[in-house]
């Protein structure tokens, strides 16, 4: 699988923005999907995640109730729309195809990734 991130952008705080990422292949539908974001100087974190049927989404708690992750099999994509934006949120943002026994457990492991997208919120 192959993944290509879009949609980052500088932002003021509190705005929204809305990232992309689309794969390709036929095996999309196939793996959960996340989104990860590393802030300068710091260590890549897990975001969010969605299940293969796009049921089940899971989030970190600093977004929650402002970020929403969804996908379209049918389009080989998967999104994060962001709302109300905070400064700290200033990272560049990857999409991955995730690990699906993995995923069942709560461990969110990127098989392959997307190469990252850059969001820049100021303040």
């Known amino acids: 699988v192959q993944l290509q991130a879009s949609g980052g952008g500088l932002v003021q705080a509190g705005g929204s923005l809305r990232l992309s990422c689309a794969a390709s292949g036929r095996t999309f539908s196939t793996y959960p999907m996340g989104w990860f974001r590393q802030a300068p100087g710091k260590e890549r974190e897990f975001v969010a995640a969605?299940?293969?049927?796009?049921?089940?989404?899971v989030y970190v708690d600093s977004v929650k109730g402002r970020f929403t992750i969804s996908r379209d099999n049918a389009e080989n994509t998967v999104y994060l729309q962001m709302n109300s934006l905070k400064p700290e949120g200033t990272a560049v943002y990857y999409c991955?195809?995730?690990?699906?026994?993995?995923?069942?457990?709560?461990?969110?492991?990127?098989?392959?990734w997307g190469q990252g997208t850059l969001v820049t919120v100021s303040s």
């Open positions: 969605i299940r293969r049927s796009a049921g089940s989404t």
């Open positions: 991955a195809a995730l690990d699906g026994v993995k995923y069942y457990s709560g461990n969110y492991y990127g098989l392959y």
